[in-house]
């Protein structure tokens, strides 16, 4: 039914969702929204078939997987010889990071109609919010992008292999099962083991709604979806994931199709991404060992959280039960063994810019429910690494003591939806010797030869997200890093941290 405002209502209605909108845009919470419209549904939404960019019209999933798999037969891979050359044979370990694919249904917007002013949107009380607006050649190469990708990684796979590749949360950008069902897709094509993290466009429509809590005072559940998500769903006859439960029954159905990643399962017993070793059925946080300790070097275990919030909002969370399973699985004497590599959707830290944020430009801003995470992993000096996503700026921060010694980094390797459009790939070099751990990182992109159509894909996907991304703030954009910090001596003696 439609979300019409009784009268009476129109006038909170319209300063709620003001000085929500206004909340949002000044905080990290507003970087999924840069693009936000306002629109009535006062108009036919597209007929099935309609394109936003002359690409393609809806499909069914089926026609999807073979269009993918048709363009990756097609494509090769060219690795550029001064991307090689950065990387370290010798190196101790060796992880594939990415972040925010976003896999996104063409067209799938929350209402269509004419765009109009805020306020007026608000006094004819229809639902407003078009929170996930892209530039047109973004959504429809999307899955496109993440697949250019995969090949790349199993390409330098074959030369320099990867214990892991992780991603870090937000593999559909709606929350269509559809989106998340293109991403598993290209997922089990990867050619070594990969785990996921959840984030909040995976379990909130749209990244925001779990559907009965309110945003900016409206119910996703009282929504008129019958416009223009509509030939979506009647194409992928699928709705939205607004929780944790149907977001891992779509993994399930994934798996009972396709079967499990076998790579995946043979490095940690896991035939769903990792989910199944959850210590909570129902949750999405668990660890997995990599490398146990062997001829005097430590092990490497990974461990992936889930930060999204349950009821709405697009913050990043840690519930109490998850800290506290973290804190026993930090102290455990097998993960003291370890050096530990630690993954997640939201970032621990962000470096404030203007007009974002609490504090001085440039100063490094601690998000309140992840300073007790923050201060947890700390406090553990086997936890080397943390890779996340969900700002898409691509960001490295180093957090160090107080005698300047570095701590923890953590590294963002933006999104691959929006422009850059890449990764990164994460070493480990040890130098018991002079007892120095070293974390290197390069970026790293889609690098399909010429001729293809999924090059061609990349190209303009690559050409239509600079595009979209020029109204976001300037950011540093990060191509190599590398910090040297202490190796610990094994196993770690530290108490257990208090919570």
Known sequence: MHSRLE????????????ASLALLLSTGCGRDLQRLKVVLANGEGPAPGAMASGKRAYRELAEVYQDLDRVQGE?????????????????????????????REERAILMGGTETDL??????????????????????????VWLATALTL????????FDLAVHTGDAADVGLKSELRQFLHVAHKLDMPFLNAIGNHDVLAFGLWNGASPFAGVYLNSVDFSLELAPTFAANRDGLMQDRATHLGVVNDAVAEAGAHEPTRKAFGSERLGYDLSPDPGDA??????????????????????????????DGEMSAAQLAWLNDTLDAASTRANLVVVAAHHPLMEVKREGSGLGAVGQVVVSPPMQKLRDLLVHYPNVIAYLCGHT????????????????????????????????????LLLDPAANQLT????????????????????????????????????????????GTRPLPSFPVSTPKFEL
């Open 285 to 314: 946080y668990y660890t997995a060992l990599l490398r146990a300790p062997a001829n005097g070097l430590p092990g490497l275990q990974v461990v992936v959280l889930r930060t999204s919030a349950d009821l709405g909002g697009a």
């Open 392 to 427: 898409h700026l691509p960001e490295v921060v180093e957090l160090k003591d107080d005698s300047g010694a570095l701590q923890l980094v953590q590294i963002d390797s933006g999104a691959l939806l929006t422009y850059p459009q890449e990764g990164a790939v994460v070493e």
């Open 7 to 18: 009268p009476s209502h129109r006038a909170a209605a319209r300063r709620l969702l003001t």
């Open 439 to 482: 974390v290197d990182a390069q970026k790293v992109g889609a690098m399909i030869a010429g001729g293809s159509e999924l090059a061609t894909r990349v190209e303009e996907a690559v050409a239509s997200s600079a595009r979209d991304d020029r109204s976001r703030p300037a950011y540093p954009d990060w191509r190599t890093y590398s």
């Open 75 to 103: 494509a090769s891979v060219a690795l550029h010889p001064s991307f090689a050359a950065g990387l370290h044979p010798g190196a101790f370990a060796r992880i594939a990071h990415v972040t925010d694919v976003q896999v």
């Open 154 to 161: 199993n390409a330098i796979h074959q030369q320099y292999p």
């Open 119 to 144: 306020l007026e949107s608000v006094s004819q009380a229809y639902t407003p919010i078009e929170g996930t607006r892209r530039d047109a050649l973004m959504e429809v190469d999307s899955a496109y």
